[in-house]
Structure formats: structure tokens, C-alpha cells
T-cell receptor, first 115, second 111 residues
Framework: GAGVSQSPRYKVAKRGQDVALRCDPISGHVSLFWYQQALGQGPEFLTYFQNEAQLDKSGLPSDRFFAERPEGSVSTLKIQRTQQEDSAVYLC?????????????FGPGTRLTVL | TQLLEQSPQFLSIQEGENLTVYCNSSSVFSSLQWYRQEPGEGPVLLVTVVTGGEVKKLKRLTFQFGDARKDSSLHITAAQPGDTGLYLCAGVDNAGNMLTFGGGTRLMVKP
């Protein structure tokens, strides 16, 4: 398993619950990205890490969204007090080089449904 | 955020037909990538184009970057059912910031 893995693959939450989504990037990849993909749409950028540093969080839609990568490998995207509009597939991608323009390897995503 | 518009949004064709998918923006990109995404999976990179006017071929797929680096096209020759999927273009701006994705073209090739 050399690819990017994400867990859980599916998550159902009641409105107001907190959720945590995990991403295991390809070993040694310095860059890690989170995207949100609504049904029938292209992915939208949420945040970017270079190693453990969160260099860009301009895409996070509200302060209910929080991401961390404390040791520069595994990352967690946390959503507090989930709302129905948070329902989407959350994709994680990693890259072996810093910056946005290099090949990104995507995980299968976590499909979040908020009831 | 720089917008990338893809057309058509949906395309359903018969096996053996040719098709072209377009990706347009009013902004200049330093590079543009094309991805293909299948249901339940993440996007997979097909190609990156960097130079204005650049043409790249990948078997039956031909990718072109516009001279002004604002638009791109993907042409598929003799489409096969295995080409079915969501095709996404994504651009990086001149400052090297943020990969912006288009809305995607959903292609279905019927046998």
C-alpha cells in the first residue's frame, strides 16, 4: 500500500456533532493538501501543509474547520458543530515536492453526510 | 480564486466517437493539469502542460495549452467505455499559488 489512504471512507454525522477525518500520505511526501468536493463538482482547495507547517488555510470555509499535521506525516481535518452544508467528499492529496504545481497523489476521499 | 470553466458539463457518446473537452479562464496560469476521476476514487493526474501552445499526447488523448495560457483542451480519439469518468482541469497561477479545479466534465462512453 504505497498510496494515500483516508479513514473513515464514509461518515454519517448528526448536525452539531464534531467529526475527525484522517489522511495517511505517501511516506516521505513533504506536501499535503485537503480538498472539499461537493456532489457533481470539482474539488475545492481547503488547506496546504509543507511538512508540519500549515502554509495556506485560505480555503477553510469557517472557523469550524481545523486541520493539523503535527509530525509532518499523518494529517487530521476536524469539523466542529457540523452543518448540512458540510456534506461532501473530503479529499487528501500528497506530493513529494513543495508547492502546488507538482503532481499530487490523491486518496479515495471520505464521504461525509450530515443529517 | 481564479475560476476555471469546463465545457461541456456532461457528455454521452458511443464507443468509437471522437470528443473534445474545454477548460477556459480569463486568468493566466503558469501550468495546467488534467485529471481523471472515477466514482469512489480520488483524481489521477493525466498530464501537466506548462508552455503556451504546448501539445502533449497520451495514447488516444491529446492535450493542448492555449498560446496565452488561459485555456486548454482535451481531445479523445475513438473513445472507449474505459474512458468513462470525470475529467478535471486544474491550474496554478503565476505566483505558484493554489491549484484551482474546474467543475469537471462527466463523460460516459456507451459500448
Amino acid at each position: 500500500g504505497a498510496g494515500v489512504s483516508q479513514s473513515p471512507r464514509y461518515k454519517v454525522a448528526k448536525r452539531g456533532q464534531d467529526v475527525a477525518l484522517r489522511c495517511d500520505p505517501i511516506s516521505g511526501h513533504v506536501s499535503l493538501f485537503w480538498y472539499q468536493q461537493a456532489l457533481g463538482q470539482g474539488p475545492e482547495f481547503l488547506t496546504y501543509f509543507q511538512n508540519e507547517a500549515q502554509l495556506d488555510k485560505s480555503g477553510l470555509p469557517s472557523d469550524r474547520f481545523f486541520a493539523e499535521r503535527p509530525e509532518g506525516s499523518v494529517s487530521t481535518l476536524k469539523i466542529q458543530r457540523t452543518q448540512q452544508e458540510d456534506s461532501a467528499v473530503y479529499l487528501c492529496a500528497s506530493s513529494g515536492l513543495p508547492g502546488y504545481g507538482n503532481e499530487q497523489f490523491f486518496g479515495p476521499g471520505t464521504r461525509l453526510t450530515v443529517l | 480564486t481564479q475560476l476555471l470553466e469546463q465545457s461541456p458539463q456532461f457528455l454521452s457518446i458511443q464507443e468509437g466517437e471522437n470528443l473534445t473537452v474545454y477548460c477556459n479562464s480569463s486568468s493566466v496560469f503558469s501550468s495546467l493539469q488534467w485529471y481523471r476521476q472515477e466514482p469512489g476514487e480520488g483524481p489521477v493526474l493525466l498530464v501537466t502542460v506548462v508552455t503556451g501552445g504546448e501539445v502533449k499526447k497520451l495514447k488516444r488523448l491529446t492535450f493542448q495549452f492555449g498560446d496565452a495560457r488561459k485555456d486548454s483542451s482535451l481531445h479523445i480519439t475513438a473513445a472507449q467505455p474505459g474512458d468513462t469518468g470525470l475529467y478535471l482541469c486544474a491550474g496554478v497561477d503565476n505566483a505558484g499559488n493554489m491549484l484551482t479545479f474546474g467543475g469537471g466534465t462527466r463523460l460516459m462512453v456507451k459500448p
